[in-house]
């Protein structure tokens, strides 16, 4: 029965063609609006979380007082993911990255040292992170030559008087191609080094960036200063799973384990649920502010179904003197309305994936699409097919019948 009915629905959809038109144009664009604004915070939330724990499948390990003081943590976490502006401290021995290396699903491990300083090319005075860049510094963040040629590649007497520097500084404050950049003096704490390479910067949250020899850190700022170490986990390997192994392995060398002090994993996670649930407020008040465009476009498909009723009064008076119930008058003007915003819901779906699988190519990213959108986007409009479906139903489904027969 029921495809009867939609049946006779599409008929008469059809049959005013421009009118089902212009009343499919309001229940579109707000279906996609809303789809578009809900996708786009994923996006952003995705962003977000990418930006201050994605790190090339790494995570750093910090010492904190207090093992059980998630807002200790939480500090700590965000010096080190921050830059590398770690507190400077001994609590750290480079000889336990060996034993970092061994433990199972570590690819590798690498100890940091990081400082903020005003440097000076030319006549430019700027602010940056300067980082001890050991052996395997470039190969552990990915680093990849833009222009010149890393330190590690020039005789160890060199090295000492050698920098680095990223896209960023280029971008930011030089204004100058990679290669012109090769040969020119930085200055860092009234020292002078020679920039021999340009990189790309693999993650945006290291910033501005200039890296010098291990030895020449050292002979700047104290000796052995380790702020923090960072281990790679191998592809395939749970990262949560391997990086607690590599802590309680750190842990239990320097005798940590049952105490109150010692190694932690570095946790984000408070501070990336506090922006997700104001990205997600957000998201919301718009979802709503737009959802009002829905009831708008709600209302003129009510107003059109009206004006259907008093266009079929006669055909609805034939039908009732034939023998047709009000419920079945009823029934045939909301699956009308229905299949109305249905249609208008599921063009504005594909719309709005569109939209959203545009911006993810265009900012690089993939993310599935959320099922639950689709389906919330198909039930909304349904339910606004019988909301405001129903009361031109109703008032077909009272015409007085000899009435409406006998009208023209």
Same mark, same amino acid.
């Given at each position: ?270 501070? =990336?649920? +506090? &922006?997700?649930? /104001?990205?997600?407020?957000?998201? %919301?008040?718009?979802? #709503?502010?737009?959802? @009002?465009?829905? !009831? ?58 569109? =939209?959203? +699988? &545009?911006?993810? /190519?265009?900012?690089?990213?993939? %993310?599935?699409?959320? #099922?639950?959108?689709? @389906?919330?986007? !198909? ?30």
């Amino acid at each position: 029965m029921i495809f009867e009915y939609v049946k006779l629905s599409i008929r008469e959809l059809l049959n005013n063609k421009l009118r089902s038109f212009l009343s499919l144009i309001g229940i579109v664009i707000g279906v996609a609006v809303v789809f578009i604004i809900f996708s786009i915070s994923d996006i952003a939330n995705v962003a977000i979380t990418d930006q201050i724990t994605g790190t090339n499948g790494s995570v750093n390990i910090n010492y904190v007082k207090d093992k059980t003081d998630k807002m200790q943590i939480l500090n700590s976490s965000m010096n080190s993911s921050f830059g590398g502006m770690g507190e400077k401290s001994y609590v750290f021995d480079i000889t336990d990255l060996d034993e970092l290396r061994k433990v199972e699903g570590v690819e590798d491990a690498i100890q940091v040292a990081s400082a903020t300083e005003n440097v000076k090319v030319n006549r430019e005075t700027f602010g940056a992170s300067v980082r001890s860049a050991t052996e395997n510094f470039m190969d552990f963040y990915e680093f990849e030559m833009v222009a010149g040629l890393p330190i590690s590649a020039y005789p160890k007497e060199e090295q000492l008087n050698l920098a680095i520097v990223n896209d960023k500084i280029l971008e930011y404050y030089l204004n100058i191609p990679a290669s012109e950049a090769i040969g020119q003096k930085i200055k860092i704490r009234n020292r002078l080094f020679t920039i021999c390479g340009v990189t790309n910067t693999p993650s945006q949250q290291m910033g501005t960036l200039i890296a010098i020899s291990h030895e020449a850190y050292d002979l700047m700022y104290s000796q052995g200063t380790i702020q923090y170490f960072s281990v790679k986990v191998s592809p395939g390997s749970d990262l949560e799973t391997t990086s607690q192994l590599a802590v309680d392995r750190l842990n239990e060398i320097h005798g940590y384990t049952n105490t109150k002090n010692g190694y932690a994993l570095e946790d984000l996670s408070f501070f =990336v649920q +506090q &922006i997700t649930q /104001v990205t997600g407020i957000l998201s %919301l008040i718009m979802g #709503i502010i737009a959802s @009002i465009s829905l !009831l708008v476009a709600g209302i003129g498909v009510m107003n059109i179904m009206l004006v259907s009723v008093v266009e079929r009064t006669r055909e609805i008076g034939v039908k009732r003197a034939i023998g047709a119930s009000k419920g079945a008058i009823r029934i045939q003007f909301i699956v009308e309305s229905c299949l109305l915003t249905l249609i208008g819901g599921i063009i504005g779906v594909v719309i709005g994936i569109g =939209v959203i +699988q &545009i911006a993810l /190519v265009v900012l690089n990213m993939q %993310l599935p699409i959320n #099922i639950s959108y689709v @389906i919330f986007a !198909l039930v909304f409009s349904i339910t606004l097919g019988i909301l405001f479906g129903y009361l031109p139903s109703k008032r077909a489904a009272n015409l007085n019948i000899i009435e409406a027969i006998q009208s023209e």
